[in-house]
């Protein structure tokens, strides 16, 4: 969460930023014609990561391995839960023969597997969310890395992302849209990488 409100506040100060300096460009007037042209020179392009979400083979394997990982762990969990229900129903059935001091132990032993059993399921959640992170910041690497190289031919003069859930764009030029050279550059690049499954 603390990620989106970091990037819904860089693109503010982007986007104004970049309406200053049309404004002073335009302010300038005559006085000021190389401004006034570089300001026209400015060249915008802008990604849309749901696309890249959907289409980028290296972030669609990451997150099927993560899903399967997530399963796994769920399923681990479920089950060691279900042992420990079926202990306590076998437990119960015993009815009156349990002494106090049994049902005490009993007791004791009962909380001791649960509370591990949630600090277990607590120890898989934070690294589930870790490795999360870790691709996400992998995956904003790698896009970072193809941008810079696209760029030297492109020659833009900013590329912004947008996203359904972070829109930051008002409004957005389906001309400008360079989504679909880029996804299809950062597929290029993972299967030549080797990191492919």
């Known amino acids: 969460m603390n990620q989106k409100l970091i990037n819904i506040i860089l693109g503010a100060g982007i986007a104004i930023l970049l309406f200053l300096q049309l404004k002073n460009a335009g302010n300038a007037g005559g006085a000021s014609s190389v401004k006034s042209d570089t300001a026209m020179a400015l060249k915008l392009a802008y990604v849309d990561l749901d696309s890249i979400q959907e289409k980028y083979v ?7 391995e993560f899903e399967k ?33 049994e049902y005490e132990n009993f007791q004791r032993v009962y909380q001791s597997k649960m509370q591990n059993l949630d600090q277990q399921k607590q120890i898989l959640e934070n690294g589930i ?7 996400m910041e992998d995956l904003k690497k790698r896009i970072n890395n193809f941008l810079v190289e696209y760029n030297k031919k ?15 764009l008002f409004y957005k030029d389906p001309a400008q849209d360079i989504t679909n050279e880029v996804v299809a550059g950062l597929n290029a690049a993972y299967n030549k990488s080797g990191d492919k499954k």
């Open 58 to 64: 290296f972030y669609k394997e990451k997150m099927q």
């Open 69 to 101: 990982k997530k399963e796994a762990a769920d399923r681990d969990l479920n089950n060691a839960f279900q042992k420990i229900e079926a202990e306590k129903n076998a437990f119960a059935q015993r009815g009156n023969a349990i002494t106090q001091a």
């Open 129 to 135: 969310a870790a490795e999360g992170a870790k691709t």
């Open 154 to 168: 492109q020659a833009y003069s900013y590329i912004f992302s947008y996203s359904a859930a972070l829109n930051i």
